[in-house]
């Protein structure tokens, strides 16, 4: 969780206030971050401890903040993938509860000093090198905490923390260990391969209109139309009240009299004064008009023509956009996207609130129209099946194509004279590295599989076929000190690492888990 905070922020000096942390434990009590929620609606306990909705819903959607931060708009979150989050938000939950129960019962421990000193070292609070009341609540509000959930799970990351370093940091590695790992992961391979493309199994002619309905209809998920609406929106922009300001001579005298200090005379102070003015002046007209725009919105619901006539607005409207948002600006901002598909608006077809693009841009937006969702034609996905079961069939076609070649090269057949016979020329690498970058991974990972023959089908579909020619060991004892060094921390954190994952199978296998979530 404390990993999340910097998704929001970065930058800051680290130093806190730790008598903010302290008041907040004697308002809320120690007990009370281990004790959760008290609601009776349950979908699971732990060892007879209750997991309940609340606790997995926050957690749900602050997974899909996280979801939505990472991957934008390139991820459609469809019903089955939200399920899938909440399935995993579960087990997290879970697996967070397993191990806070295993590490209270082994003796572990959190004091408010010691929760403290760790907030008051993250600097995603701090402004200026101190703490901010401001600073934590708007990142606490942003990440979807209270201040409740925040220390909660605070104390429960310390807790957790104090387990994993113990199990982790105990781990060391012996002399013979590092040299068998030097020479492995040292090691350097010559390697030849190849690479059959399905490209030249691609027979469109082949693929029949009865398989193309056939997968029409066992497929017709994928091609599924979401729901889609069209909204129309007038907007209220504060640049663009610039034009209706002026500055009158009362006001620049006015002004200068509050400010008294300031040389009227001079040219910059009196370009200065205009400028303040006129932003004074725009952000009232801005405050005034964005009022208006609210009342005539509610006072005539169901229509956008007396906000747009009144303010001397223009209704504009967009194109059919889903849930997952659209391609203007004005259809990806999530408070659009919300705003349009709330039940009340897309039943009533009534006006929504003033939204909040950005400061000084605000709308109010209406449905026009609604298409819910449904099944693609068949005869507008046609093409697209068509490509897919061609190059599904060349896919099958090289894997098959590979093994048989495999096969005969497992059976002692001359790699090189294989290759020929199937006109097919080899790629030759000298010196090939585990990290290096100038090659295919999955052909690098092939070349560091085995000495053997190997092929694999790769994730495009080509099948490659690898021979290991020489394997060049490295001796530790050619290793500088700080090579040496090095590499017995990364071992040791690796064998720590395994041990920790060891530990929390065990305790996951040792709990009495019920879960009540229906799919």
Known sequence: MLQSVRKYTQGWVATIMGIILSFAFVIWGVENYASGSSKKTLVAKVNGKPITITQLNNDFQRML????DQLGSTLALTPYIQQQIKKEALYNLIMQNVLIQAAL????????????????????????????????????????????????????????????????????????????????IEQKRNIEYVIIPNQQFKQPSQITLQQMQAFYQQHSNQFKIPARVQIEYVQLELANLKKSITISDQALKDYFDANSGMDRKNPKALARARES????????????????????????PRSLSDAANNLDLKIKTTDYFSAQGGDSAITKNQKIITAAFNSDILKDRTNSNLIEISPGNVVVIRVKDFKSETIAPFDSVKETIKASLVTAEAQVKAKQKGAMLLSRIKSNADFNKVLVTEHLTPIHKQNLSRQDKTINPEILKLAFSSEKPSGAQLANGDFALLMVKESINMASEKMNADQISSMKKMYSTTYGKLDYNLYTENQMRKAKIKTYLQD
Request: glycine content about 8%.
């Open 65 to 68: 903040l996280g979801v939505k």
């Open 105 to 184: 019962k082994a003796g572990f421990s959190v004091t408010p000093q010691e929760l403290g000193s760790m907030v008051r070292q993250m600097p995603a609070f701090q402004e200026a090198g101190n703490f901010s009341r401001e600073r934590f609540q708007q990142i606490i509000n942003q990440m979807g905490y209270t201040k409740e959930e925040f220390f909660t799970e605070a104390s429960q990351t310390l807790l957790l923390n104090q387990v994993a370093s113990g199990v982790v940091g105990s781990q060391f590695v012996l002399p013979g260990e590092l040299k068998q790992a030097v020479s492995l």
């Open 277 to 300: 003015i006129q932003q004074q002046k725009l952000e009232q007209a801005f405050l005034a008009a964005s009022d208006k725009l609210t009342d005539l919105a509610y006072t005539n």
